[in-house]
């Protein structure tokens, strides 16, 4: 039997390695040179204007939320997303909105107008690029134009996606951006995370958050700093950001890779009309998961024993998302009776399937053959 493929994973080179290890000889294994290094090649890699570089995505998240929101602030958020993106807007004590999605996985911008229209009092809206699929930068721009709301783009898919000549991440149509880099995601520092943004006011307020709030007066003395806000300890290491530095000059390779096997998924399973990725190939995607839908019903099986099946044929697929609402915190505080139709169906027949820069052909052809001797095709 193959080795155990998971959903994704990380792809380090000796060059990574070699990044890291010079760094952990060097003077400074934290808020040293690497960090600044790293946060400008971000900036170059997204054509934001300004990058801070934090602990992780959900540090990015929070920090963003800080200086987006306020108590209360109705804020329009997807229903599939990591728990991350909504849990961030419940850390500043606003109010989460969940948005049904699209066929394609993200949130529905239109469903986001209809609400906007009701509800002038809506403060932002959360989007994330599901899957790598940026979503529509137009509508957004439309959005953000016509009813002023501020806008926060959740990268963590979606670093190299583009949509109508825009870079996820580069802030164009948004307020800010936020990443992660997770081993899972497009590339990795460990743990990790950035928030990009072209405002020099947000970005000043992030630097400030993301060590305490707390400035240096060295014409006060070499020792004297005040605190100004409450903030936190989010600092990235120096050692993750040399490997983050490394990680991102393979970025486009990386990305290549996972666009060819996600085309040669769409290829093979054109053959069969139980299974279709939820959106057609496209290279604009990132391809940070690669999502079908199963028709399950005409198999008689569901998708926990097809998921279980395909474990014990060493294959780890993974559901991407449960639906926020219908969290049991969630529940508590209300949430989980909203109409989302099209995340019910999605929920019944999505599953991702394995994918990343070193996946095999053969283990691709491995995954397919398993799914086709699970289902009895
Ligand atoms: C991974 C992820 C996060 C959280 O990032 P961490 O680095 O794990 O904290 C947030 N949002 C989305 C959509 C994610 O996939």
């Given at each position: 039997?193959?080795?155990?493929?998971?959903?994704?994973?990380?792809?380090?080179?000796?060059?990574?390695?070699?990044?890291?290890?010079?760094?952990?000889?060097?003077?400074?294994?934290t808020t040293?040179?690497?960090?600044?290094?790293?946060?400008?090649?971000?900036?170059?890699?997204?054509?934001?204007?300004?990058?801070?570089?934090v602990s992780?995505?959900?540090a990015?998240?929070h920090l963003?939320?800080l200086?987006?929101?306020?108590?209360?602030?109705?804020?329009?958020?997807?229903?599939?997303?990591?728990?991350?993106?909504?849990?961030?807007?419940?850390?500043?004590?606003?109010?989460?909105?969940?948005?049904?999605?699209?066929?394609?996985?993200?949130?529905?911008?239109?469903?986001?107008?209809?609400?906007?229209?009701?509800?002038?009092?809506?403060?932002?809206?959360?989007?994330?690029?599901?899957?790598?699929?940026?979503?529509?930068?137009?509508?957004?721009?439309?959005?953000?134009?016509?009813?002023?709301?501020?806008?926060?783009?959740?990268?963590?898919?979606?670093?190299?996606?583009?949509?109508?000549?825009?870079?996820?991440?580069?802030?164009?149509?948004?307020?800010?951006?936020?990443?992660?880099?997770?081993?899972?995601?497009?590339?990795?520092?460990?743990?990790?995370?950035?928030?990009?943004?072209?405002?020099?006011?947000?970005?000043?307020k992030l630097l400030l958050l993301r060590n305490h709030g707390m400035k240096a007066k060295?014409?006060?003395?070499?020792?004297h700093y005040d605190m100004t806000e409450l903030g936190f300890n989010y600092r990235?290491?120096?050692?993750?950001?040399?490997?983050?530095?490394?990680?991102?000059?393979?970025?486009?390779?990386?990305?290549?890779?996972?666009?060819?096997?996600?085309?040669?998924?769409?290829?093979?399973?054109?053959?069969?009309?139980?299974?279709?990725?939820?959106?057609?190939?496209?290279?604009?995607?990132?391809?940070?998961?690669?999502?079908?839908?199963?028709?399950?019903?005409?198999?008689?099986?569901?998708?926990?024993?097809?998921?279980?099946?395909?474990?014990?044929?060493?294959?780890?697929?993974?559901?991407?998302?449960?639906?926020?609402?219908?969290?049991?915190?969630?529940?508590?505080?209300?949430?989980?009776?909203?109409?989302?139709?099209?995340?019910?169906?999605?929920?019944?027949?999505?599953?991702?399937?394995?994918?990343?820069?070193?996946?095999?052909?053969?283990?691709?052809?491995?995954?397919?053959?398993?799914?086709?001797?699970?289902?009895?095709?």
């Amino acid at each position: 039997m193959m080795n155990f493929i998971p959903y994704s994973k990380q792809n380090i080179l000796d060059d990574d390695i070699e990044a890291v290890v010079k760094t952990l000889k060097s003077d400074y294994l934290t808020t040293g040179p690497k960090i600044k290094e790293f946060e400008e090649a971000l900036c170059k890699y997204t054509r934001a204007e300004y990058c801070v570089a934090v602990s992780n995505g959900t540090a990015a998240l929070h920090l963003a939320s800080l200086v987006l929101l306020k108590e209360n602030d109705k804020v329009l958020t997807t229903v599939n997303s990591f728990l991350a993106t909504s849990n961030s807007i419940l850390y500043v004590k606003a109010k989460p909105n969940f948005v049904d999605i699209c066929e394609d996985g993200n949130i529905d911008l239109d469903l986001c107008e209809e609400e906007l229209k009701k509800d002038s009092s809506i403060k932002a809206i959360y989007v994330v690029h599901f899957s790598g699929l940026s979503v529509n930068q137009k509508k957004l721009k439309e959005l953000r134009d016509k009813y002023k709301v501020k806008i926060l783009e959740d990268c963590a898919h979606s670093i190299g996606a583009i949509n109508d000549g825009v870079k996820a991440g580069s802030c164009l149509n948004s307020d800010i951006s936020t990443f992660s880099f997770h081993p899972v995601k497009g590339f990795t520092t460990g743990e990790g995370g950035a928030i990009t943004t072209n405002s020099k006011e947000l970005y000043e307020k992030l630097l400030l958050l993301r060590n305490h709030g707390m400035k240096a007066k060295p014409e006060i003395g070499p020792w004297h700093y005040d605190m100004t806000e409450l903030g936190f300890n989010y600092r990235l290491t120096d050692i993750a950001c040399a490997l983050g530095i490394s990680q991102l000059n393979r970025l486009d390779g990386f990305l290549d890779k996972r666009r060819v096997l996600a085309k040669r998924y769409c290829e093979i399973l054109e053959k069969y009309d139980f299974v279709k990725p939820i959106y057609d190939f496209t290279n604009e995607s990132a391809y940070h998961l690669f999502v079908v839908n199963i028709d399950f019903d005409k198999f008689g099986i569901d998708k926990k024993d097809f998921v279980t099946k395909m474990r014990e044929k060493n294959i780890g697929l993974q559901f991407h998302y449960i639906p926020i609402n219908k969290q049991p915190y969630y529940k508590d505080l209300g949430y989980g009776t909203e109409n989302t139709p099209m995340m019910d169906k999605y929920y019944k027949e999505a599953i991702s399937f394995p994918l990343y820069p070193n996946l095999s052909i053969e283990e691709q052809d491995y995954v397919i053959a398993s799914m086709l001797e699970v289902l009895d095709v």
